[in-house]
């Protein structure tokens, strides 16, 4: 069965500090990994998609990089405002998203 | 461009009431989804449609759920018969075609009681 797991379950950065989100997959034949934000109470919203090892994409302080069993989401120097849950979701199919659980990502001033 | 939208945004039901929750897809988006969030679960796929075809309802319950995309109007998810295990989040989702990106909805957050 195909699996996605997240981690760390939850991060909490101070403003300014670095890090990385992890989504480790067993997701066979890969056709594209999507990456969301998500806000309480709130649908998901759209970040990166990602189709094939090596390749990353960046947008603002986000980065996203993909390997053959992993992604990474880099976020460089966070504000408050970056403080969200973080999902990710390989895909075999195309369209059915085989959504991780998240990491919940609480950046302080 | 209006998003997807969802509606109503809260429904609540009795144990046994029918749950119809609609979706309007982004202008120009034919491919529809519905996911179901569970309390401190993951979303889960349910049905991927296009206009008046299901293309896979492998997530679907088999029984007392449905789904539908007519020709003209929202897509709709109906719940028959409610029963508490049934209250989630339910999020559609549009896309322009298959493994490009695909827009959410706010949800609709069904309640039994």
């Known amino acids: 069965e195909d699996q996605v797991t997240q981690s760390p379950e939850a991060l909490r950065l101070q403003e300014g500090e670095s890090s990385s989100l992890n989504c480790s997959y067993t997701?066979?034949?890969?056709?594209?990994l999507f990456w969301y934000r998500q806000d309480p109470g709130k649908g998901p919203e759209f970040l990166f998609t990602?189709?094939?090892a090596g390749e990353e994409k960046e947008k603002e302080r986000l980065k996203a990089t993909l390997t053959k069993k992993e992604s990474f989401l880099h976020i460089t120097a966070p504000k408050p405002e970056d403080s969200a849950t973080y999902l990710c979701?390989?895909?075999?199919?195309?369209?059915?998203?085989?959504f991780g659980k998240g990491t919940s990502l609480l950046v302080t001033p | 461009n209006a998003g997807v939208m969802q509606n109503p945004r809260h429904l609540v039901r009795r144990r046994g009431q029918e749950a119809r929750l609609r979706c309007s897809p982004m202008?120009?988006?034919?491919?529809v989804y519905w996911y179901r969030q569970l309390p401190e679960e993951g979303l889960k796929f349910m049905v991927y449609?296009?206009?008046?075809?299901?293309?896979?309802e492998s997530g679907m319950p088999k029984e007392r759920f449905s789904a539908e995309f007519p020709k003209e109007g929202p897509s709709i998810l109906r719940i028959q018969q409610v029963v508490r295990g049934d209250s989630a989040a339910y999020f559609c989702?549009?896309?322009?075609?298959?493994?490009?990106?695909?827009?959410f909805g706010q949800g609709t957050r069904l309640t039994v009681v």
């Open positions: 990602l189709y094939s």
């Open positions: 989702a549009s896309s322009r075609d298959t493994n490009t990106e695909a827009f």
């Open positions: 202008k120009g988006h034919s491919h």
């Open positions: 979701a390989p895909t075999d199919s195309g369209y059915a998203l085989n």
């Open positions: 997701v066979s034949g890969l056709r594209g």
């Open positions: 449609l296009q206009k008046e075809n299901i293309i896979d």
